[in-house]
Structures are given as C-alpha cells and as structure tokens.
C-alpha cells in the first residue's frame, strides 16, 4: 500500500482557512486520495476524495499537486466543530480497506 | 439520508466471554469492512465482505469470526474475550465502485473486564 504523512498536529484559529497538507510520494497512478475525519468518540466521517483534478464540496477542497505526490485539504473557515483528526487515504481498487496512518490532529482557537 | 447502523452502541463483557455485534449497512450498499480503534490508536483494519462473501482479512484474531447476510447486513463474532480487546469496533459500508467512498457506523464501544 502507498504510504501516506501528515503533520501530528495543527492548530487555526477560529473562520481562518486550514491548510492540512498530506505527502504521497509513492503514489500510483490508479490511487484515489480520500480525506476522512474522526472527531472524539465517533465513527470517521467522509470529507472529499480526489484522483488528479481539484476537487470542491459543501465542506471542503482538495488541491492535488500537478505530480500527485502530495495533497492540501483546505477548510475555507474553520468552525470549532471542525477540530478532529484528519486522515489522508490512499486506495488503489475496488473494495480496498482503508489504512489509517497517524493523521493530523486540527485544534480550532476560539 | 439514512446511515449504517451499529448494535449495541455498548457492550460490557467478562474475560472469556462471547460477543456479537452487529452492522446495517446503508440501502443498496454491497460492501461492509470492520475496524477496531484501540484507546488513542488509530482504527484498524479486521475483515470486509463483498455480496455475502468475505473480500480481504487484515489484523482479526482468530478468536473472531464475520458473516455478512442476504440481507447484507453483518455481524462480527468474538469469542474469549479478553482485556485488550477492549475498543471501539466500527462498521462501514461501500458500494463498490471504482472510488469506493466507505460511510462509517457510530461504533460499538466493547469493554472487557
């Protein structure tokens, strides 16, 4: 499986944009990028996935690099309710379990 | 929309005791995976089915067992329990394609004690 790094930790504060950089280097053509969030005690939650192009939705971007060796999720204005773990996540095909790498721990200052 | 549903969100079990727990996967989805999140661990990956039929195996004990029914949903069996397996178990579901979006349960919260 492409391995996957994140930053341990992040901080923003409160309707500032995030930036939560993530470095795929041993990505492969076929691996979409899908972003997953884990807020305390519940299940993670999908945010956005991506394979080549930029990607938007109703909670957040996706700006893959021109090389596919790293991505940015990008949270336009943080909410307090925005402060989880993010993981990034490779998969290559269908029916691929998930491997959840250390992912990024956002916390959101009032 | 309707989500996966995971019973019981609680269980309580002794040393060497059984458990099952139990998932329904949203509408039409045909793919269910299992993971297990340990206290401040990230989840891990245990089994998934396809159409009734198990798809991959990652990190399960023996001591476990999956089956995913005609109606789709799927239950994972533990038996000897024992303390580190104490976790938070969560279901999730996919309809296969070639992006395999996969929408998590709630979880069961399993103690052991």
């Known amino acids: 499986d492409a391995k996957t790094t994140q930053p341990n930790s992040m901080e923003s504060n409160e309707e500032e944009p995030v930036h939560l950089p993530c470095n795929h280097s041993?990505?492969?053509?076929?691996?979409?990028i899908h972003w997953y969030r884990q807020l305390p005690s519940q299940g993670p939650e999908y945010v956005i996935h991506?394979?080549?192009s930029n990607v938007n939705n109703r909670m957040a971007s996706l700006a893959i690099a021109e090389d596919r060796k790293s991505s940015t999720l990008i949270l336009h204005r943080a909410t307090l309710r925005d402060a989880a773990v993010y993981y990034c996540?490779?998969?290559?095909?269908?029916?691929?379990?998930?491997?959840f790498g250390p992912g990024t721990r956002l916390s959101v200052l009032p | 929309a309707a989500g996966v549903i995971q019973s019981p969100r609680h269980l309580i079990k002794e040393k060497r005791e059984t458990a099952t727990l139990k998932c329904y996967p949203i509408?039409?989805?045909?793919?269910v995976y299992w993971y297990q999140q340990g206290p401040g661990q990230d989840p891990q990956f245990l089994i998934s089915?396809?159409?009734?039929?198990?798809?991959d195996k990652g990190s399960i004990p023996d001591r476990f067992s999956a089956q995913q029914f005609s109606d789709y949903h799927s239950e994972l069996n533990m038996s000897s329990l024992e303390l580190g397996d104490s976790a938070l178990y969560f279901c999730?579901?996919?309809?296969?394609?070639?992006?395999?979006?996969?929408?998590f349960g709630p979880g069961t919260r399993l103690t052991v004690l």
């Open positions: 999730a579901s996919s309809l296969r394609t070639s992006t395999d979006t996969q929408y």
């Open positions: 041993t990505i492969s053509g076929t691996d979409y």
């Open positions: 991506g394979l080549t």
């Open positions: 996540i490779l998969t290559d095909n269908y029916g691929q379990n998930f491997v």
């Open positions: 509408p039409r989805h045909d793919t």
């Open positions: 089915f396809y159409e009734k039929m198990q798809s």
